[in-house]
């Protein structure tokens, strides 16, 4: 970032601390609005994304998860089988927009709104939003490493917790773990118990 009020806290940060400051890439803009989102407690995801005529983006924005409402039809279609999912589109209008400048070659706040309509999320309650939900590549590994070596996700779940000081530090939920492993789930015929040992407890001990 190039430029910003960083003497502010980041929960007093108002729209014209933030319009003009300047990124090097979209990236990093992206990076700093969820790292901001996450400290004040909220649920980030893109929103607009605007690009020239030849493809390049020129133009993106980020909106908290609560923007917006859900479309009508999805709540009264008759022929719905489950109940409609809890209500979480409540028409929040905080959101970050960052244009590409020609003249500087970075990334330029256009917009920042601050203000929401809804409660933030207390530590103890971030890594249960959707857009903080994650499991770093390297504990993934040794998720899979565990179960392919017969640990069950729950025990997997509790050594990860106990790793990092406590389930609300861990960064996802267990449900996420769940997911996260069914998901990547690969053969246990190719890797035996030596294997294990030899690519986990290096790590471990």
């Known amino acids: 970032m190039e430029s910003s009020n960083i003497g502010k806290d980041p929960s007093d940060l108002l ?62 279609n008759p022929n719905r089988v489950r109940e409609p999912r809890s209500e979480i589109r409540i028409g929040c209008r905080a959101m970050f927009r960052v244009c590409y400048s020609k003249i500087t070659k970075l990334w330029v706040v256009k917009e920042f709104r ?28 040794q998720a899979k490493l565990l179960k392919e070596a017969g ?8 050594l990860f917790v106990h790793q990092n000081g406590g389930w609300d530090k861990v960064g996802c939920t267990k449900k996420y773990l769940y997911n996260s492993l069914a998901a990547g789930r690969r053969g246990v015929d190719d890797l035996d118990a030596n294997t294990v040992t030899t690519r986990l407890l290096p790590g471990l001990l």
């Open 15 to 76: 729209e014209e601390d933030m319009v003009g400051a300047e990124f090097k890439s979209v990236e990093e803009a992206e990076s700093f609005y969820h790292i901001y989102s996450k400290i004040i407690g909220f649920s980030v995801r893109k929103n607009q994304c605007r690009k020239n005529q030849a493809g390049i983006v020129t133009t993106r924005s980020w909106c908290c998860s609560n923007e917006g409402f859900r479309r009508t039809k999805y709540i009264k």
């Open 114 to 141: 601050a203000n929401h309509n809804h409660c933030m999320a207390t530590d103890m309650q971030k890594h249960f939003l959707r857009s903080h939900r994650k499991i770093s590549a390297a504990e993934l590994e």
């Open 151 to 158: 640990m069950k996700t729950s025990e997997i779940w509790n």
